[in-house]
């Protein structure tokens, strides 16, 4: 996976960590549902650029690209183009997210399901001519299984491998050490076996050198230049269709207000916004000749975190964050003093919903809410008594612990994240009158303190998957860094062994209902603990020109977001618009070049970036 992107381990040996489309219910399927329909064929006439005859759609990012390899990939930008050039086995249905085929036109378990059968389906291609089989996908998998290089950006996916064979062109067979509730999505992109086999150091090998790049998924690599740009071609075999534009291209682009100003004039086509358009941006472009706003529910929040002492896999403690937060009951004053709904109205402008649990309300299927007692809801009052409690009590205006000292803290703050710097001031205030000092750190690149676990609060938000498992598992003891100040997945350094023991049984449940219970228990014990308070469900909130877009998926379709979804739909499916008008009949301006844009604003934390499908900055996140 747009909102804030989650860091990727470089830890394969550490935990799964796999995505499943909504629910292990999908899961349990003997075989996959029926592709999602969209027009197949021949793209219809596009517009045409003057010098090249062909139709292209720019996407703008702010994130660099940190590698072209799948194996190394990280970043949101990188984890994106990836899932353009090569196949999964399975994908996510845009209208309800549930598992469909990908490479894989069926999926069955064993009795015990410990073994897992995948029919390969036999009319995918490599874009070089050759034909696509389960021998491509059992050499990644075993690769990952084998060569920790190869396993730095998806290991997790295969940590409860025990074995995986291809018998056959068509049948891949994967067996398992125990049971795992995500096998209907393993996001891994499957690699052209005759062309990796010749890779020597994994660890070193961008695949950014030899054009175009061979891959079997909708757009073709081309070429690509470091912070500057990657440009993609349609693959014309895509085994589910050409895409509608001959070309896509995402070009480094980082002031979202003049890619709005952009989008006024016609210069470019698509904005997303970093991650959504700021309610002045969306307001200044309603009613605008040709330009339609998308708004629907995110699939991110937005929270603060606090460190509980930042800790290596082997308990070893490193850092300087402040030892008051160590307590729960200061964790919890905290989050009493924060008042969410005026954060919603004048922060937010009402483009976002008030934060509860850890999961979106847009999954309903795993979205928790606090009981009345157990609320966490504003009420300063309280949250007074229990610094009181804790030991932290009125000197004059400031709080003093029992060592005499004040009780100060810090915030990271993202520097380009207007709601981070806003919602730091109402902190400021809020927590002010309490007697709580507050600086807020705003940094073009958090990533430096946070993993080395210099802060004590932080602005934080991840995209979440159909399937919770990713952002649950970042909060495992597992996730840990090996050693102080290296990158790892977990989110803020948390390390329990009842959350641990929930987390390996739902991954374990295959019981839809069951699974819902333990995860709402997950849910529950996260926010009991204090470490995380969710603030806010922000909406998506994008534009585009409608007489250059002609239409595009939205995810879901009924009303969902367009930048940031589980899957290729939005550029697979974008058509360019023919003529000039605002009911999408419209030309694509002088030069005849269609051109779309999305703004990503990315801002480094706690290592690294990419959902995301996933997911630090104001973007989403590797899903």
């Known amino acids: 996976m747009v909102e804030r992107v989650p860091p990727r381990s470089a830890k394969p040996r550490s935990r799964l960590r796999v995505l499943l489309a909504s629910g292990a219910a999908a899961l349990a399927l003997a075989a996959g549902s029926v592709v999602p329909g969209m027009p197949l064929g021949a793209a219809p006439q596009q517009a045409q650029a003057a010098d090249s005859g062909k139709s292209t759609l720019t996407v703008a990012v702010a994130q660099s690209v940190d590698s072209l390899s799948p194996f190394l990939a990280q970043k949101l930008m990188s984890t994106s183009i990836t899932r353009l050039m090569y196949d999964f086995l399975t994908n996510y249905d845009p209208k309800d997210n549930h598992a469909i085929p990908g490479l894989a036109t069926k999926w069955e378990p064993s009795a015990d399901k410990l073994t897992w059968t995948y029919t390969i389906r036999p009319d995918s291609k490599w874009s070089d001519g050759q034909q696509t089989t389960a021998e491509d996908a059992a050499w990644t998998f075993n690769k990952m299984m084998t060569d920790e290089a190869a396993a730095q950006a998806n290991g997790n996916f295969v940590a409860n491998f025990k074995k995986v064979t291809a018998p056959s062109p068509t049948q891949l067979v994967i067996e398992l050490k125990e049971p795992q509730a995500t096998m209907a999505a393993l996001d891994v992109p499957i690699v052209p076996k005759h062309v990796w086999e010749k890779v020597g150091d994994f660890s070193k090998f961008n695949n950014d050198k030899a054009f175009p790049i061979v891959g079997n998924g909708p757009f073709v690599v081309t070429d690509y230049k470091v912070d500057q740009y990657v440009k993609l071609k349609a693959n014309k075999d895509f085994w589910r269709g050409k895409p509608k534009f001959d070309e896509l291209v995402f070009k480094t682009y980082k002031d979202q207000d003049a890619a709005v100003a952009a989008l006024r004039k016609g210069e470019v086509s698509f904005v997303a916004g970093s991650p959504a358009l700021t309610p002045a941006q969306a307001a200044s472009l309603k009613g605008e000749k040709n330009i339609k706003i998308n708004e629907g529910p995110g699939r991110r929040f937005f929270a603060l975190a606090t460190n509980p002492g ?307 900055n104001t973007a989403d996140d590797r899903e």
């Open 310 to 616: 930042a800790q290596t896999e082997d308990g070893k403690k490193f850092g300087n964050g402040n030892k008051a937060l160590l307590d729960q009951k200061v964790r919890q004053a905290l989050f009493l003093s924060i008042d969410r709904k005026t954060i919603i109205d004048k922060v937010f402008q009402g483009h976002a919903v008030e934060g509860q649990g850890y999961i979106p309300p847009r999954f309903s299927a795993y979205h928790w809410q606090p009981t009345a007692e157990q609320s966490l809801a504003y009420d300063p009052a309280k949250a007074a008594k229990l610094l009181d409690e804790a030991g932290y009590r009125l000197k004059g205006d400031q709080r003093v612990g029992k060592d005499g000292k004040p009780l100060d803290l810090r915030i990271l703050c993202h520097a380009t994240d207007p709601n981070d710097k806003a919602i730091g001031k109402y902190l400021k205030e809020w927590w002010g009158k309490l007697g709580i000092g507050l600086k807020v750190d705003c940094l073009d690149n958090v990533s430096v303190p946070w993993y080395a676990g210099e802060y004590d609060l932080a602005f934080d938000g991840w995209s979440v998957n159909p399937d919770p498992d990713f952002v649950l598992g970042i909060h495992t003891c597992a996730a840990l860094p090996a050693k102080a100040k290296d990158s790892a997945t977990t989110d803020n350094f948390i390390c329990d062994k009842k959350y641990d023991e929930l987390y390996k049984k739902q991954l374990a449940e295959y019981d839809p209902a069951k699974r819902t219970g333990i995860v709402n228990e997950m849910q529950s014990w996260l926010y009991d603990s204090g470490y995380m308070s969710v603030i806010a469900y922000p909406n998506a909130v994008e534009a585009y020109r409608t007489d250059q877009i002609k239409s595009i998926t939205t995810m879901p379709e009924a009303a969902g977001n367009i930048y940031g979804q589980d899957g290729y739909w939005s550029w697979w499916s974008a058509a360019p618009a023919s003529g000039g008008s605002s009911d999408s009949s419209g030309g694509s301006g002088s030069t005849g070049v269609v051109i779309g844009i999305i703004v990503v604003v990315v801002v480094l934390a706690g290592g690294g970036l990419f959902i995301a499908k996933r997911r630090r």
